[in-house]
């Protein structure tokens, strides 16, 4: 079972500043299989970035992904008061079937 | 337009058994996975298992296999997860989603996330 770990756990920023989001998996996977969601408080996950580093429909550019292998990253370019939020990366794994989902980061207000 | 409509906030006591839905429509249901994941107070997501509706081939997370039971009715566009035996550690919020079935030309694989979400259904246990 491959496992994703999210780093830093919170990142406190202020606005107009660049957030920087971790997401380690145990081994190595396939960049169409990364994913990442954002989700504020009481409301439904919204998917941001699919295959790595393709935005989803409706999506800021200043939202976006890269990485490969085992190491993937998220970037919002200049954080928007709307951007704090809590972010998890997701993984498919293709021998199990199996999607897990990395145990978030929250952005907060600085 | 896509859409999925899960049933209401439901209130149970240990032990009872409870069975929530997610309505599609907008899509050809049959041919799309649909995915359930939770979300217990406070907590991040969890991924439960999925379901083809075409088939009703369904795959469970190793942590939710025996503990929950996934289905679909795709002859009302209906997918489901149901419990036979409340526990108060069911107490969250479930979220139906799609799996897309998008191609990424770039690596020749399917791309594999869930593209659209439902707005989750409560399920609190309390006796």
């Known amino acids: 079972e491959i496992v994703l770990t999210q780093s830093p756990g919170t990142l406190s920023l202020s606005p107009g500043e660049r957030a920087t989001l971790s997401c380690r998996a145990s081994?190595?996977?396939?960049?169409?299989?990364l994913a990442w969601y954002q989700q504020k408080p009481g409301q439904t996950p919204r998917l941001l970035i699919y295959?790595?580093?393709s935005r989803a429909t409706g999506i800021p550019d200043r939202f976006s992904g890269s990485g490969s292998g085992t190491d993937f990253t998220l970037s919002i370019s200049r954080l928007e008061p709307e951007d704090f939020a809590v972010y998890y990366c997701?993984?498919?794994?293709?021998?199990?079937?199996?999607?897990?989902f990395g145990p978030g980061t929250k952005v907060d207000i600085k | 337009e896509v859409q999925l409509v899960q049933s209401g906030a439901e209130v149970r006591k240990p032990g009872e058994s409870l069975k929530i839905s997610c309505k599609a429509s907008?899509?050809?249901?049959?041919?799309?996975?649909i995915g359930w994941v939770r979300q217990m107070p406070g907590k991040g997501l969890e991924w439960l298992g999925i379901?083809?509706?075409?088939?009703?081939?369904?795959i469970y997370s190793p942590s939710f296999e025996g503990q929950v039971t996934i289905s679909a009715d795709k002859s009302i566009n209906t997918a489901y997860l149901q419990w036979s035996s409340l526990k108060a550690s069911d107490t969250a919020m479930y979220y139906c989603?799609?799996?897309?079935?998008?191609?990424?030309?770039?690596?020749?694989?399917?791309?594999?996330?869930?593209?659209?979400w439902g707005k989750g259904t409560t399920v609190t246990v309390s006796s």
């Open positions: 989603a799609r799996r897309s079935n998008y191609y990424d030309i770039l690596t020749g694989d399917y791309a594999r996330y869930m593209d659209v």
């Open positions: 907008g899509y050809r249901f049959s041919i799309y996975w």
């Open positions: 379901i083809y509706p075409g088939d009703s081939e369904t």
């Open positions: 081994q190595s996977v396939s960049s169409s299989f």
């Open positions: 295959a790595t580093s």
């Open positions: 997701q993984l498919y794994d293709n021998d199990s079937s199996l999607f897990t």
